[in-house]
């Protein structure tokens, strides 16, 4: 692909939020099974309120029910991986999710209007999750008032988000 023209249409903040948003619907279809099964392991149990403002569970025998509660967390944590593997592959390679599809942007390399690849990706995830969250998420709200509409994140990596 030949460098794109420098007066590329950059997506604005609140589409690139939309997108963050959708995506993590797709989280909710393996949190909401594991938040159930877990749940329903400690269906027998009971709960009581101490005079000491402490709650307290109680069980009985056999409880909770071993077997749903690991359920629940191997369905999180496979569901969790299957969610970052998914993101950082589309991310990486056609520099899509499916949450940019829906809201018609596009993560590329600033300099050559390629995808990222999945490394870059990777580092870019890492520095967002780390980085730019960790100060009340200032590096995601940068884009809000940077003149390219770039975060952190995008500035690390030299990636831009584009319009598609």
């Keep these: 692909m030949a460098t794109p023209d420098p007066a590329f249409d950059r997506a604005g903040f609140w589409i690139r939020f939309g997108s963050w948003l959708l995506y993590g619907l797709f ?40 077997g749903l509660l690991a359920a629940g967390i191997i369905v999180g944590i496979l569901g969790y991986l299957v969610v970052i593997v998914v993101y950082l592959r589309a991310l990486g390679r056609t520099g899509q999710t499916w949450g940019c599809r829906i809201v018609g942007i596009k993560v590329i390399r600033a300099e050559t ?18 980085i730019s969250a960790y100060i009340l998420y200032l590096g995601y709200l940068w884009a809000a008032w940077d003149k390219q509409g770039e975060t952190w994140h995008d500035k690390i990596v030299k990636s831009a988000v584009i319009k598609a």
């Design 113 to 130: 209007g390629e995808p990222l690849g999945v490394w870059t990706a990777l580092g870019r995830q890492l520095f967002a999750n780390i």
């Design 27 to 66: 989280a909710l279809v393996f949190l909401i099974p594991a938040v159930v099964l877990g749940f329903t392991a400690f269906d027998d149990c009971v709960t009581f309120d101490n005079p000491d403002g402490s709650v307290e569970v109680v069980c009985p025998p056999g409880g909770p029910n071993g």
